[in-house]
């Protein structure tokens, strides 16, 4: 499988391999569904730790302050400062009071590329 589906993807520029094998050495019997190929849940949990390892040396590090012009309830506008510091790709916004989950698919863009 290696020689004729692996090994040919991983050898194409930009493409990541990752050896899922590797990371079930020899523990099948725990991280497979019993009687089938597919991974349980810890099977997950191994194949996202592995997921991780390789990942997280590509994201560095940033960390992202916002500095309001007021905490105090007001009717008046509120000017929001932004220090970013490491790779920040993309910031979005909203008016109003918004929750994380409200800018999955909504939020005007400021693209950083």
């Known amino acids: 499988m290696y020689s004729t589906i692996i090994g040919p993807i991983a050898n194409i520029p ?15 019997l725990n991280y497979l569904i019993e009687g089938d190929i597919h991974p349980n849940q810890t099977g997950h949990i191994a194949l996202a730790s592995l997921a991780n390892q390789f990942l997280l040396p590509f994201l560095g590090t940033s960390t992202i302050e916002l500095i309001a012009s007021t905490e105090e309830q007001t009717t008046d506008p509120v000017s929001i400062s932004v220090t970013a510091t490491g790779q920040v790709i993309e910031m979005k916004w909203l008016p109003g009071e918004k929750e994380a989950s409200d800018f999955q698919e909504v939020g005007l863009i400021e693209s950083l590329r």
């Open 14 to 28: 930009g493409m990541m391999v990752v050896n899922a094998y590797g990371a079930f050495n020899g523990q099948q």
